[in-house]
């Protein structure tokens, strides 16, 4: 029989437990019914939850539970009727020309949809989100276009590249006039003078329009054309608008005569599928440059 006796605080009037440190006593104030029974509810809940799904990592796995679920499991099954809805839905892409599909309205709607996403995903990080390209990029938004702006073109393009690693790659260089000593140096000078004058800039004060002329014919006519408009079969652009890759004040001009351009846009045929890239080049060809 315990001889303990009950000691009751004076200040609060609760009991103590008999415990005390340092003339602090500790009061027996047990915690509420309702907290206790919703601890011992979790408890059971935390048990049925451990039995019945995946819980406790193992150094190889991981315990299953009795009824297996997972929720990566079920992202996959999302994934997977995505994907088929997907294919679905474009299965017209699959036999259809990029001509037909421009012509036939879900499919060239459905294209365009898939094209913004492969667009952001594989080409925003050059021609920029909104395709307006940047210095080096062309802008994807004109009707100015190097190796042409039909849809086919642009499916051509995006196949093969230009300059890239493809054996049916769009290849033209722009000759390093200056690199290679073709011509010097004040010859150069004068020659983007004259490139100044037929694009609507002005010269430099004193330009020799007329060697520059010259210097143009023997040099430049045979991928720019004799009226420097250009030719899309070489990738030659107009010389004669306010449209610039690389920019169009003279000194730019004379780097890029001296040392020439040689820009690269990637093969795509290697990288993604036949849909993706009709679809890409419906979604280029319908911004609003398309030939």
């Not at 037909?100 to 990080?125: H, T, Y």
């Not at 000078?189 to 800039?201: C, M, N, P, R, W």
Request: aromatic share 10%; charged share 20%.
């Amino acid at each position: 029989m315990s001889d303990h006796k009950k000691e009751i605080d004076h200040i609060t009037g609760v009991e103590t437990t008999g415990h005390e440190w340092d003339g602090l006593k500790e009061l027996n104030n047990p915690l509420p019914r309702w907290w206790l029974w919703t601890w011992y509810a979790c408890i059971v809940w935390a048990i049925g939850y451990w039995v019945l799904f995946p819980a406790w990592p193992m150094v190889s796995s991981y315990t299953k539970g009795y009824l297996g679920h997972t929720n990566r499991e079920d992202g996959i099954k999302a994934y997977e009727s995505l994907i088929a809805q997907r294919m679905e839905q474009g299965a017209g892409l699959q036999t259809a020309s990029v001509e037909e599909i421009l012509g036939n309205d879900d499919l060239r709607q459905f294209a365009v949809a898939q094209g913004s996403a492969a667009f952001g995903d594989n080409c925003a990080a050059c021609h920029g989100s909104g395709a307006a390209g940047a210095t080096g990029y062309p802008n994807l938004l004109d009707d100015d276009w190097l190796w042409g702006g039909t849809i086919e073109d642009i499916h051509t393009t995006l196949l093969y590249g230009i300059r890239s690693t493809h054996e049916d790659t769009r290849l033209n260089n722009m000759t390093a006039f200056g690199r290679d000593e073709i011509l010097e140096s004040d010859e150069i000078e004068t020659l983007a003078d004259y490139v100044l004058s037929i694009s609507g800039q002005e010269p430099s004060e004193g330009a020799d329009l007329e060697a520059g002329a010259t210097l143009f014919a023997d040099n430049c006519t045979s991928c720019h054309g004799e009226d420097a408009k250009g030719m899309q079969e070489l990738g030659a652009p107009n010389l004669t608008d306010a449209i610039w890759l690389y920019g169009g004040d003279r000194e730019t001009i004379i780097e890029t005569i001296t040392n020439g351009r040689q820009g690269v846009m990637p093969s795509w045929e290697a990288r993604l599928d036949p849909v993706t890239i009709k679809s890409l080049a419906v979604y280029v060809h319908t911004r609003g440059g398309g030939q």
